[in-house]
């Protein structure tokens, strides 16, 4: 491959959209991925929330890029034509212990100008969210957060990338990296590249993939939550519902996705497997649903998963709260660690590294650059595949023809196997196209 100006490491919805804004200016681009397709890490199972920037301190990077990303995401997702839903959320309390904490989130929001933020009564959030257990000491109202399919943005983010010109090397491993007179030059799994600027979106990898040419500044701990997912036909809340809790962190949170399921998100814990979920991590969550939306009907409960977090750590044992974007030579740039709200800021982080990239190389801005990508469109097609979420077969074949190489990569494109039965009836019919495709018979 002839020398490019950026290589963007990972295919994760950040290294997505970094791709994508990359492509604004006249920046020839790769995208490098070692799985088979794009947003299979951390992209893949997370709590899918659009913040509206409360969470975080005041004049941090974090909370600076998740009021503008979470202002940005209906023009973004009209963009890349993906569902967004502002559903607003409340905070809840129940115990006068965590109302400081409340009134802090509150202050914070204020300062970083989060739009239509609300203290409620426990009577006005009870009224407003009806299925939460009565006793709400107090509540926080934000109207300006919101739902997305992660993995959804990150595809259609990818598709955009690519479709300006971004070249997509999958399955294709970073193994090793030089300096170079004009840059750097990364050994992989494939062909060598050649390239002026290294953009790191390893995800859980990041800090292994910069130590490949720099000793390492952060280290990346790993942790879990673990989810529950119920059937569309569920009771929900209206809003997305936080509970305050007690110990520092977030307690449970219960999300209605854009797809119509409820999501039930919670327990960190050290994590031996990752992705993997545990007994007493699924009792504990049931547990706190219940106790939190006693009304839910868990026996509506159609899938559970776990997610991993990586948590950026100094060399000196000190946690890094805010974003943490690593530049340990001209030309290199490595997201560490972004978890909780990287999704709401991808587009923000993504952009942030294009312009380091542009003024780094004296780029142009790309005349030619088209923000607008085209979702795979619902069809009239009789053939119904997966009849839970009623996915035609020729929706299946425009999913696999834009790249969807398994089950999953299907599923993740046209959300065939996200019903009641969670695939069991379309995945083999599934499969069988998948295999027809790869011989040339369709
Ligand atoms: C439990 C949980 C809940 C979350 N909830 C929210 C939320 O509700 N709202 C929100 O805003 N944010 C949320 N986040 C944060 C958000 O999900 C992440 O910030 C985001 O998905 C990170 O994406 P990524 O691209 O960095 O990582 P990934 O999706 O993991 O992508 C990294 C990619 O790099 C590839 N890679 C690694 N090493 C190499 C190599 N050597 N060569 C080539 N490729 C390589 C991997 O295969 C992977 O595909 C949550 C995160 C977690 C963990």
């Known amino acids: 491959m002839k020398p490019v100006d950026a290589a ?18 006249s920046i020839s681009t ?8 794009v947003c299979t890490g951390i992209t893949r199972a997370n709590s899918a929330i659009v913040y509206p920037g409360y969470d975080n301190k005041p004049g941090s990077r974090k909370g600076e890029m998740t009021v503008r990303g979470n202002a940005g995401f209906d023009t973004l997702c009209q963009e890349l034509e993906v569902p967004f839903n502002r559903c607003g959320s409340v905070l809840v309390t129940y115990d006068g212990e965590t109302l400081p904490r409340l009134w802090k989130k509150w202050e914070q929001g204020v300062q970083n100008g989060v739009p239509g933020l609300r203290l409620l009564t426990g009577g006005e959030a009870e009224a407003m969210e009806p299925m939460l257990k009565p006793g709400v000491k107090a509540a926080l109202y934000a109207p300006s957060t919101g739902t997305v399919n992660p993995w959804q943005l990150g595809i259609a983010a990818f598709e955009n990338a690519v479709k300006n010109g971004a070249i997509p090397l999958l399955k294709t491993a970073v193994t090793g990296m030089e300096k170079t007179e004009s840059g750097y030059l990364l050994k992989t799994t494939g062909e060598d590249i050649f390239c002026k ?35 569309k036909q569920a009771q929900k809340p209206g809003r997305i519902v936080f509970h305050q809790a007690q110990s ?19 327990v960190r ?31 509506q409960v159609i899938r559970s998963f776990g997610a991993v977090r990586p948590n950026p750590y100094r060399q000196t044992g000190e946690s890094i709260h805010d974003f943490c974007i690593e530049n340990p030579a001209p030309g290199f740039f490595s997201l560490m660690g972004i978890k909780t709200p990287g999704l709401t800021c991808a587009n923000e982080l993504g952009m942030y590294l294009a312009e380091q990239t542009a003024a780094y190389l004296g780029a142009e801005r790309n005349p030619d650059f088209d923000p607008h990508r085209n979702a795979i469109p619902k069809t009239e097609d009789p053939e119904i595949v997966c009849q839970c979420e009623g996915i035609t077969r020729s929706e299946i074949l425009e999913a696999i023809r834009r790249g969807a190489a398994t089950v999953d990569g299907v599923k993740r494109r046209v959300g065939s196997g996200m019903g009641a039965c969670q695939g069991s009836r379309c995945s083999f019919a599934i499969e069988g196209l998948l295999e027809e495709v790869r011989h040339g018979a369709l």
């Open 248 to 266: 520092c962190g977030k307690g449970i949170t219960a999300i209605p996705c854009v797809e119509g399921n409820l999501l039930i998100s919670g």
């Open 269 to 299: 814990k050290p994590i031996a497997a990752p992705y993997a979920t545990t007994p007493e991590g699924l009792r504990a969550l049931y547990a706190q649903a219940m106790d939190l939306l006693p009304g839910l009907d868990l026996t």
């Open 30 to 37: 790769v995208l490098l991925e070692q799985a088979e397709d």
């Open 197 to 231: 600027v290294v953009v790191n979106c390893a995800g859980l990898s990041a800090d292994r993939v910069q130590e490949l040419l720099f000793p390492p500044s952060v280290r990346l701990h790993w942790d879990g939550a673990e989810y529950l997912v119920l059937d």
């Open 8 to 25: 963007v490491i990972g295919g994760g919805i950040l290294g997505c959209f970094a791709a994508r804004n990359l492509r604004r200016w």
